[in-house]
T-cell receptor, first 117, second 114 residues
Framework: AQKVTQAQTEISVVEKEDVTLDCVYE???????LFWYKQPPSGELVFLIR??????QNEISGRYSWNFQKSTSSFNFTITASQVVDSAVYFC??????????????FGKGTKLSVIP | DVKVTQSSRYLVKRTGEKVFLECVQD?????MFWYRQDPGLGLRLIYF???????EKGDIPEGYSVSREKKERFSLILESASTNQTSMYLC?????????????FGSGTQLSVL
């Protein structure tokens, strides 16, 4: 069974502050994918990143960075110098890379981020 | 760009009605999914389909059925709507595993059952 835990339900930060969204996962699969999605107020989930379990290299994309630590089963997401447009619900998700389950993602419950001007 | 279109943004129905939620994707994706999103519960998978006329139950299929007669269209059916089915419904599609493993989502349908 797979499980994704996002312990932070809601976070509020002041614009330009850095913020880290936590994600902890459980899986018995030896290889898997981890994802982050953003859901702005418009409702459509937007893909941010996919990480394969064998690649523990951290990734940076502009103000976004991701820290994958297999030893602690965590895949945390940091926004540097937050902006009001970053206000959204962020979901972490997990899927196997093989087998029937690779068709579907298991999502965490989401973290609502509010960036205050 | 991939586009996943859900026919209605908001829908209000009465208890006991049969409800159809429609979803169309334009990128020839094999896989399509229906999720339900509720506050504090995140996204939960209702049904998915990996090919035309094929369907698989997700985590919460009770009270729902699906139809996939054409590759681009995936319908979610509430046979007899109940108030506990008031929710945001999200449709998604993806290509076959081994190509581009990510889901593309529609904007969602907020269904209220009165």
């Amino acid at each position: 069974a797979q499980k994704v835990t996002q312990a932070q339900t809601e976070i509020s930060v002041v614009e330009k502050e850095d913020v880290t969204l936590d994600c902890v996962y459980e899986t018995r699969d030896t290889t898997y994918y981890l994802f982050w999605y953003k859901q702005p107020p418009s409702g459509e989930l937007v893909f941010l990143i996919r990480r394969n379990s064998f690649d523990e290299q951290n990734e940076i994309s502009g103000r976004y960075s991701w820290n994958f630590q297999k030893s602690t089963s965590s895949f945390n997401f940091t926004i540097t110098a937050s902006q009001v447009v970053d206000s959204a619900v962020y979901f972490c998700a997990l899927s196997p890379t093989h087998g029937a389950g690779s068709y579907q993602l298991t999502f965490g419950k989401g973290t609502k981020l509010s960036v205050i001007p | 760009d991939v586009k996943v279109t859900q026919s209605s943004r908001y829908l209000v129905k009465r208890t006991g009605e049969k409800v159809f939620l429609e979803c169309v994707q334009d990128m020839d994706h094999e896989n399509m999914f229906w999720y339900r999103q509720d506050p504090g519960l995140g996204l939960r998978l209702i049904y998915f389909s990996y090919d035309v006329k094929m369907k698989e139950k997700g985590d919460i299929p009770e009270g729902y059925s699906v139809s996939r007669e054409k590759k681009e269209r995936f319908s979610l059916i509430l046979e007899s709507a109940s108030t506990n089915q008031t929710s945001m419904y999200l449709c998604a599609s993806s290509p076959i595993p081994g190509t581009d493993e990510k889901l593309f989502f529609g904007s969602g349908t907020q269904l209220s059952v009165l």
